[in-house]
């Protein structure tokens, strides 16, 4: 483990002592860590950011000139337009602390995910000033949930990230909530989950954070994690943006039966890199709903 990221863990350790954590229009996050189901380590190792698994599984084939490449993205926008721009973000969790929001619109980037929960027992403990400091210095942002299908339901899950920071609102700003689905930290690939029982996973996630929230969720993934555990036994596509998950110069073949991407996390380095698939307003139109 390198000394930044020991440095990250013994950060968010120390925050695990502040019982709540304030958040944008007044609610609270309790700064609670679901444990292992097998050990009994601290809530840092619980803590798994978006794309970690999938690093770890395909590994980030990521280059300087790879993203060069993926920042001129080029591609067919949400109503099936070609596209010649893009606009620039990045996603943190717990494990970059308190970030430098000016440093990073200083660099160009306008958007921002933020980790909120896991399970239904993880929360991010830097989720107010993470949450709240990209939108005070300008950015639109959403948050993330990243799942664990084995442990409850997708309703629950649903409904523990809507009350713990995924919520949605209608002020320009603000991005539909995503599902971080990837591959499983804690053992098997699909969460012991047949792709049936996956897909049904899913839909009951993406159903409930509708019927709370009056938004499709959008859906992090990538192809190959898709394809063997979910595979074709639900299609999405007509009511949620994909986020896709390559490190390469290109998004590449997409999961089932999404013809285009909405947004592409490209690399992890320096941090996790994002390219929305349009314009400028394009992304205002999809926090606006």
Same mark, same amino acid.
């Given at each position: 483990?390198?000394?930044?990221?020991?440095?990250?863990?013994?950060?968010?350790?120390?925050?695990?002592?502040?019982?709540?954590?304030?958040?944008?229009?007044?609610?609270?996050?309790?700064?609670?860590?679901?444990?292992?189901?097998?050990?009994?380590?601290?809530?840092?190792?619980?803590?798994?950011?978006?794309?970690?698994?999938?690093?770890?599984?395909?590994?980030?084939?990521?280059?300087?000139?790879?993203?060069?490449?993926?920042?001129?993205?080029?591609?067919?926008?949400?109503?099936?337009?070609?596209?010649?721009?893009?606009?620039?973000?990045?996603?943190?969790?717990?494990?970059?602390?308190?970030?430098?929001?000016?440093?990073?619109?200083?660099?160009?980037?306008?958007?921002?995910?933020?980790?909120?929960?896991?399970?239904?027992?993880?929360?991010?403990?830097?989720?107010a000033q993470q949450y709240n400091?990209?939108?005070?210095?300008?950015?639109?942002?959403?948050? @993330?949930?990243?799942?664990?299908?084995?442990?409850?339901?997708?309703?629950?899950?649903?409904?523990?990230?809507v009350d713990h920071g995924g919520?949605?609102?209608?002020?320009?700003?603000?991005?539909?909530?995503?599902?971080?689905?990837?591959?499983?930290?804690?053992?098997?690939?699909?969460?012991?989950?047949?792709?049936?029982?996956?897909?049904?996973?899913?839909?009951?996630?993406?159903?409930?954070?509708?019927?709370?929230?009056?938004?499709?969720?959008?859906?992090?993934?990538?192809?190959?994690?898709?394809?063997?555990?979910?595979?074709?036994?639900?299609?999405?596509?007509?009511?949620?943006?994909?986020?896709?998950?390559? @490190?390469?110069?290109?998004?590449?073949?997409?999961?089932?039966?999404?013809?285009?991407?909405?947004?592409?996390?490209?690399?992890?380095?320096?941090?996790?890199?994002?390219?929305?698939?349009?314009?400028?307003?394009?992304?205002?139109?999809?926090?606006?709903?």
């Amino acid at each position: 483990m390198s000394t930044s990221r020991r440095g990250r863990r013994s950060a968010l350790l120390a925050a695990l002592a502040v019982p709540t954590v304030a958040l944008l229009l007044g609610s609270t996050v309790p700064a609670t860590a679901e444990p292992s189901p097998t050990t009994s380590a601290s809530a840092i190792d619980q803590d798994h950011e978006l794309g970690s698994q999938i690093r770890r599984v395909e590994g980030d084939q990521s280059t300087p000139d790879t993203r060069k490449a993926a920042e001129r993205a080029r591609g067919t926008d949400a109503i099936g337009q070609q596209v010649d721009a893009s606009v620039a973000g990045i996603d943190v969790s717990g494990h970059q602390g308190n970030v430098d929001w000016a440093n990073w619109w200083n660099q160009g980037k306008r958007f921002a995910y933020v980790k909120a929960t896991e399970g239904t027992g993880y929360t991010n403990p830097y989720f107010a000033q993470q949450y709240n400091g990209s939108y005070n210095i300008g950015m639109i942002r959403g948050s @993330y949930h990243f799942a664990l299908p084995d442990r409850s339901s997708g309703a629950q899950q649903a409904n523990y990230f809507v009350d713990h920071g995924g919520g949605w609102s209608r002020d320009g700003k603000t991005l539909p909530g995503a599902a971080d689905l990837e591959y499983n930290p804690y053992g098997a690939t699909c969460y012991g989950k047949s792709q049936a029982a996956m897909g049904a996973w899913i839909r009951d996630f993406h159903d409930t954070y509708h019927a709370r929230t009056g938004r499709w969720p959008v859906f992090y993934t990538s192809t190959s994690w898709w394809s063997q555990c979910v595979g074709t036994s639900q299609q999405f596509a007509s009511t949620v943006p994909l986020w896709v998950a390559r @490190y390469a110069s290109a998004p590449g073949t997409l999961p089932y039966n999404w013809g285009f991407y909405t947004f592409w996390q490209y690399s992890s380095s320096p941090i996790d890199q994002n390219v929305f698939n349009g314009a400028y307003d394009r992304l205002q139109a999809l926090a606006n709903g």
